[in-house]
């Protein structure tokens, strides 16, 4: 067996491809594997799925997992077909996403790294550079959120978080049960509750079934909560309670320490005692 053929097996091609020719950079630490199907092959429309002959190639290339430690590249001429009812069209390889210039075990491996670092150390690590693995983490979030159900949440919580410096915030929906995170909207006024709302009819949800809402004390989540979820109960988050539980027990303390009362040595056991 040559390393051509080692190369088509471990890259799972089939039938139509085949890697053709490969070249290691033995300095640079890199591998580069030219892929090509045989002449007269005929590929599936990408709409119809008729075989269809080759109308012209274009070249594309894709970065793969490394091959013992090398950064490897694959390159091939893409075939566009011409069927009789679409017209020219350019085939999907079997190796890659439409329009991704890394191939389906790759981007697998930056989904794997992103949820273990961030994206930069993992582009550090992948030697790329971390805007190219967020067009691809975006797209599989995206499509993962397009098809979420939500038809059965029924109590959410609501909060609002900075996103970066110079107070700039967003708000942040998350289902109760399962603490996923169902929405994320820039800043952090009462309609942000209402582009949840809508966004519920969309996954298959309706803002009627709500039946908590849990949040801070922010007038405009309050607002928003009555307006567009009007059957909902609304539970402050203990957090803001004991924060002004707290506060009000402060005043006391100080209240009763001007009038002449000891409460020394008291103070963590009263702020201890539920």
Same mark, same amino acid.
């Given at each position: 067996?040559?390393?051509?053929?080692?190369?088509?097996?471990a890259?799972?091609?089939?039938?139509?491809?085949?890697? &053709?020719?490969?070249?290691?950079? /033995?300095?640079?630490?890199?591998?580069?594997?030219?892929?090509?199907?045989?002449?007269?092959t005929?590929?599936?429309?990408?709409?119809?799925?008729?075989?269809? @002959?080759?109308h012209?190639?274009? !070249?594309?290339?894709?970065?793969?997992? *490394?091959?013992w430690?090398?950064?490897?590249?694959?390159?091939?001429?893409?075939?566009?077909v011409?069927? @009789?009812?679409?017209?020219?069209?350019?085939?999907? +390889?079997?190796?890659?996403r #439409?329009?991704?210039?890394?191939?389906l075990?790759?981007?697998?491996?930056?989904?794997?790294?992103a949820?273990?670092?961030? +994206?930069? #150390?993992?582009?550090?690590? %992948?030697?790329?550079?971390?805007?190219?693995?967020?067009?691809?983490?975006?797209?599989?979030?995206?499509? @993962?959120?397009? *098809?979420?159900?939500?038809?059965k +949440?029924?109590? &959410?919580?609501?909060?609002?978080?900075?996103?970066?410096r110079?107070?700039?915030? /967003?708000?942040? /929906? &998350?289902?109760?049960?399962?603490? !996923?995170?169902?929405?994320?909207?820039?800043?952090?006024?009462?309609d942000?509750?209402?582009?949840?709302?809508? #966004?519920?009819?969309?996954?298959?949800?309706?803002?009627?079934?709500?039946?908590?809402?849990v949040? *801070?004390?922010?007038?405009?989540?309050?607002?928003?909560?009555?307006?567009?979820?009007?059957e909902?109960?609304?539970?402050?988050? #203990?957090?803001? &309670?004991m924060k002004?539980a707290?506060?009000? %027990?402060?005043? +006391?303390?100080?209240?009763?320490?001007?009038?002449?009362g000891? %409460?020394?040595?008291? %103070?963590?056991?009263?702020?201890?005692?539920?």
């Amino acid at each position: 067996m040559d390393a051509n053929t080692l190369f088509s097996q471990a890259l799972g091609l089939g039938g139509q491809w085949n890697v &053709i020719k490969s070249e290691m950079d /033995v300095p640079q630490r890199q591998l580069r594997l030219e892929l090509d199907f045989p002449a007269g092959t005929k590929f599936a429309c990408p709409r119809c799925g008729q075989l269809c @002959a080759v109308h012209d190639t274009v !070249d594309k290339e894709w970065r793969h997992l *490394d091959f013992w430690q090398h950064r490897t590249d694959l390159r091939a001429r893409v075939p566009r077909v011409t069927c @009789a009812e679409h017209g020219v069209l350019q085939v999907e +390889v079997p190796w890659a996403r #439409a329009g991704s210039g890394f191939t389906l075990m790759m981007e697998g491996m930056i989904l794997l790294l992103a949820q273990q670092m961030s +994206v930069s #150390a993992a582009a550090r690590l %992948l030697r790329t550079t971390d805007h190219r693995l967020w067009r691809v983490i975006d797209h599989y979030v995206t499509a @993962a959120h397009r *098809d979420k159900d939500w038809s059965k +949440v029924r109590r &959410i919580l609501v909060d609002e978080t900075s996103a970066r410096r110079g107070r700039r915030y /967003v708000t942040n /929906v &998350i289902d109760a049960e399962s603490t !996923d995170l169902l929405m994320m909207a820039k800043d952090r006024g009462a309609d942000t509750l209402g582009e949840f709302a809508a #966004a519920m009819t969309k996954h298959g949800g309706r803002p009627e079934q709500i039946t908590e809402i849990v949040m *801070d004390m922010s007038p405009a989540y309050i607002a928003g909560a009555a307006a567009y979820f009007p059957e909902a109960r609304v539970v402050f988050d #203990a957090f803001h &309670i004991m924060k002004m539980a707290g506060q009000a %027990l402060d005043k +006391v303390r100080k209240d009763l320490a001007r009038k002449g009362g000891d %409460l020394r040595g008291g %103070l963590w056991a009263l702020r201890g005692n539920a």
